[in-house]
């Protein structure tokens, strides 16, 4: 069977890089075959893309010309794909119009997040959304990383023929505890050995408001000076915020996310809203770091520690959910970090999300 995946991008996101995991993943299975188009370049994600096998990729550079969508389509007649799932609305867009004027069989959208505030956004993408509501009865599926996914865009008026909750897959291999790659990295920084870092892997978005993580570890820092604020995602190392902390350490895009984390005393992830299943937190606790975030998506449902859930936009909240595992000593933490791991393995495994995948696509056809 060949699915063709058709997304926005090839950024350093969570979707593209949970649609790499997916398609390198089942690369070896004889009975499913991948191909990935990007709306726009390659990104980074594409170049570790055509650095594998077994995987084609296509480029449409979209945002350069429009040319792209007859590009598109005629990549889908010559490669004839049995699936043509879409990842990001934009992607769900075009690829219900142009994969429908290809005659492609079977296509299916990816939802990958939940309650979006339109109000942070273009203009062009809260008419994709209102336009996708309209057409959500024409793709065979719609798949969701998240509950709270399905029921936000069930309420905004998605009325699909058929719902798919297909939870993200961890690489429990890859993200897994290792203490002496985190300490290259503290080392590069100049961070103290006995620096306390706690940090946050995210792009510079409305929706990750990382000005609440900031004022947190801004009013903790003035009491504890080995306290250690570090940021990684685009747009870190020269965003502009109310308030910083001291001792903060901006790092920009940063492609090893393993190394990152293993970095970390702790994880936050203070999103605002419109998360689904953050593949971040899912990492963090694969590499047994303790990890707080905030109630949005799927987050609670993942984590279940009460004491690491805080309401969104809770500065409050997150310096008390802080103050307690900053109280707890090093070994008592990699207790919570071990549960952690467990949980992943046990729930959201790559192996299991690939089979989720690999059975939802059997039951198309």
């Known amino acids: 069977m060949k699915i063709a995946h058709l997304i926005t991008g090839l950024g350093l996101g969570g979707a593209e890089r949970q649609l790499k995991a997916l398609v390198t993943a089942s690369s070896q299975e004889s009975s499913l075959?991948?191909?990935?188009?990007?709306?726009?370049?390659?990104?980074?994600?594409?170049?570790?893309?055509?650095?594998?096998?077994?995987v084609r990729l296509y480029c449409l550079n979209l945002h350069k010309s429009v040319v792209g969508i007859w590009q598109l389509y005629k990549i889908l007649r010559r490669e004839k794909p049995d699936v043509l799932q879409t990842w990001l609305y934009h992607a769900d867009l075009v690829g219900l119009i142009v994969g429908k004027l290809a005659r492609v069989p079977?296509?299916?959208?990816?939802?990958?997040?939940?309650?979006?505030?339109?109000?942070?956004?273009?203009?062009?993408?809260?008419f994709v959304v209102k336009t996708l509501k309209v057409l959500s009865r024409f793709p065979d599926a719609v798949v969701t990383n998240s509950q709270s996914g399905q029921e936000v865009h069930t309420k905004l008026g998605y009325k699909p023929r058929r719902w798919v909750r297909i939870p993200n897959g961890i690489d429990t291999d890859l993200f897994q505890s290792n203490p002496v790659l985190g300490q290259e990295l503290r080392r590069t920084f100049d961070l103290p050995p006995d620096a306390i870092v706690v940090g946050m892997l995210g792009r510079v978005d409305p929706m990750k408001d990382h000005a609440t993580f900031l004022m947190a570890m801004e009013n903790l820092s003035h009491s504890n000076e080995n306290l250690y604020c570090v940021l990684a995602g685009k747009g870190t190392e020269d965003a502009t915020w109310p308030v910083v902390p001291p001792r903060l350490r901006r790092l920009g895009i940063w492609e090893n996310a393993s190394e990152f984390l293993n970095s970390l005393d702790i994880m936050v992830l203070s999103s605002a809203f419109g998360e689904g299943f953050p593949n971040v937190v899912g990492e963090a606790m694969s590499c047994e770091i303790p990890t707080i975030v905030t109630d949005v998506?799927?987050?609670?449902?993942?984590?279940?520690?009460?004491?690491?859930i805080v309401p969104p936009r809770d500065v409050d909240g997150l310096i008390l959910a802080l103050k307690r595992l900053l109280a707890l000593s090093g070994p008592e933490r990699k207790v919570i970090g071990h549960k952690s791991r467990e949980r992943v393995l046990s729930s959201y495994s790559l192996p299991i999300m690939r089979q989720r995948y690999a059975l939802f696509y059997e039951s198309l056809c």
Request: net charge neutral; with cysteine; charged share 20%.
């Open 33 to 54: 075959h991948h191909i990935v188009i990007s709306l726009k370049d390659e990104g980074v994600i594409g170049k570790q893309l055509r650095s594998g096998e077994g």
């Open 106 to 126: 079977r296509i299916v959208w990816n939802i990958r997040c939940s309650n979006m505030e339109l109000s942070q956004y273009s203009r062009l993408t809260a």
């Open 297 to 308: 998506g799927d987050t609670a449902v993942l984590v279940q520690t009460p004491e690491q």
